[in-house]
């Protein structure tokens, strides 16, 4: 099956640094979003990208699906922002098309 | 819309007991999944559902059990309790198209003893 990777695994910054989480997946996908994993265990919507470049405020992500990465950027880090943040992808490569597989995280730390 | 709920939030088990992990949606969604996530890691797919009366195994089925009899729900089963199976179930939906994306339940926190 498909193989998602994420990294760095951890990342810890000061309030107002700028970040960049990768997301490499070993087959092409038709699907892709990220989320974040608040410190209460919720998981939100980020984006859903399985290609070109979004922006929503702070955040922004861009997939190029012909290389099998995707990059979440998020600037001027806030404490709120702490966290894991997740890739998710989905290939139709596979007979199980509806399959969605997660990476392993970034879990991110912001330090006021 | 409520989106998609889980029931119940919390859960302690004694080894050997069964339950059942209900799982609700109301956008009408044709794919439902359930996901477990163990401390410090991400989640990995227990089972799926394409559409009423239909599942398939995801990548650690085993122990567990499922069942799709309306649209709307699907239900997670544990027929005999393992602390192996320890862990915060996450249920999740998307329309069968191609360009949609998942939403997720707020999760199960489940202890076997």
């Known amino acids: 099956g498909i193989q998602v990777e994420q990294s760095p695994p951890d990342l810890i910054l000061q309030e107002g640094a700028n970040s960049t989480l990768r997301c490499n997946f070993s087959?092409?996908?038709?699907?892709l979003q990220w989320f974040h994993q608040n410190p209460w265990g919720q998981l939100i919507n980020l984006f859903y990208?399985?290609?070109g470049t979004k922006q929503n405020g702070r955040l922004s992500a861009t997939t190029v699906a012909t290389e099998r990465y995707s990059l979440l950027y998020i600037s001027s880090s806030q404490t709120t922002d702490s966290g894991v943040y997740f890739c998710?992808?989905?290939?139709?490569?596979?007979?199980?098309?509806?399959?969605?597989?997660f990476g392993s995280g970034t879990r991110l730390s912001i330090r006021p | 819309n409520a989106g998609v709920t889980q029931t119940p939030k919390f859960q302690v088990l004694k080894t050997g007991q069964s339950m059942t992990l209900q799982c609700a949606q109301d956008?009408?969604?044709?794919?439902m999944y359930w996901y477990r996530q163990d401390p410090g890691m991400g989640l990995r797919l227990i089972h799926y559902?394409?559409?009423?009366?239909?599942?398939a195994k995801g990548e650690v089925p085993d122990g567990y059990n499922v069942s799709r009899l309306k649209k709307q729900n699907f239900l997670l089963g544990l027929e005999s309790a393992a602390p192996s199976q320890t862990s915060v179930y996450f249920c999740?939906?998307?329309?069968?198209?191609?360009?949609?994306?998942?939403?997720f339940g707020p999760g199960t926190r489940l202890t076997v003893l």
């Open positions: 559902s394409v559409g009423e009366g239909t599942t």
């Open positions: 087959d092409s996908v038709n699907n």
């Open positions: 956008m009408n969604h044709e794919y």
């Open positions: 999740a939906s998307r329309s069968r198209s191609s360009y949609n994306e998942q939403f």
């Open positions: 990208i399985p290609s």
């Open positions: 998710a992808v989905e290939s139709d490569r596979y007979s199980s098309a509806s399959k969605i597989i």
